[in-house]
C-alpha cells in the first residue's frame, strides 16, 4: 500500500501549484458573484455566477451537489475543458480534511493524502470520498438560458463563456479562491 502510495505521491509531482499573483478571487454565493482582488481592493466583480444545485456550505461526499465554503487555490487549468475552461481548486482543503475526519467521513489513509499533497504544495487527490474535480468554469455548449435561471452544477463555479474567456486573463495557477 505504501509503494503504490508513493508512486501515485511522485506521479502528482508534475503538477505541483504554482505560486500565485497579488491578484485573489472571492466568490460570494449569496450575491452569486466573483470578485477580482488585488489586495483589499475589488478591482472588478462578475455576476450573475451559477453555483452547486444543492447550494453552498460544508461538502460532505462526491455527489452531494454542493459548492463548497472555503481557501483553495487554483491547482491547474484545462483549456480542452467541455465547459471551455476549468479552473481546477485544491480542494479538499487542509480544513475539509480535518472535518471529514472527526466525522468519519474520511480515513486516516485518506487524510494523510490529503495533508501531504497541501504540504508538498500539490493537488490534493480529486478521487475521496468528498469527492473532487471541484472549479470554476464556462458552459461551453450548455444553454445560457439554464445558467441564467438557477444553480445547475455539481459544485462547481460557473460563469458564461466570455466571462470565463476574461477570468482566464486574470489568473493563473495558485491564485488563491476564498469562496463563502
Not at 489586495?39 to 453552498?56: K, N, P, Y
Not at 480542452?80 to 479538499?92: C, D, I
Request: hydrophobic share 35%; charged share 20%; with cysteine.
Amino acid at each position: 500500500m505504501l509503494r503504490i502510495y508513493l508512486i501515485l505521491c511522485c506521479s502528482l509531482a508534475s503538477f505541483t501549484v504554482n505560486a500565485g499573483s497579488d491578484i485573489w478571487l472571492l466568490v460570494d454565493t449569496k450575491a452569486r458573484q466573483i470578485e477580482v482582488k488585488k489586495g483589499d481592493q475589488t478591482v472588478e466583480t462578475l455576476h450573475s455566477i451559477a453555483i452547486g444545485r444543492g447550494g453552498a456550505g460544508v461538502k460532505t461526499h462526491r455527489g452531494d451537489n454542493i459548492t463548497p465554503h472555503g481557501n483553495y487555490k487554483i491547482g491547474w487549468v484545462g483549456e480542452k475543458s467541455s465547459f471551455r475552461r476549468f479552473f481546477g481548486l485544491t480542494y479538499p482543503s487542509i480544513e475539509d480534511a480535518e472535518k471529514a475526519l472527526n466525522k468519519g467521513i474520511i480515513d486516516r489513509v485518506t487524510y494523510e493524502r490529503i495533508m501531504t499533497a497541501h504540504q508538498l504544495n500539490q493537488i490534493p487527490p480529486q478521487n475521496t470520498p468528498l469527492g473532487g474535480q471541484i472549479g470554476i468554469h464556462g458552459l461551453g455548449n450548455a444553454n445560457a438560458k439554464i445558467h441564467e435561471v438557477f444553480d445547475w452544477t455539481h459544485g462547481c463555479i460557473a460563469l458564461t463563456n466570455p466571462q470565463i474567456d476574461h477570468l482566464s486573463q486574470l489568473v493563473e495557477t495558485g491564485t488563491v479562491v476564498k469562496i463563502k
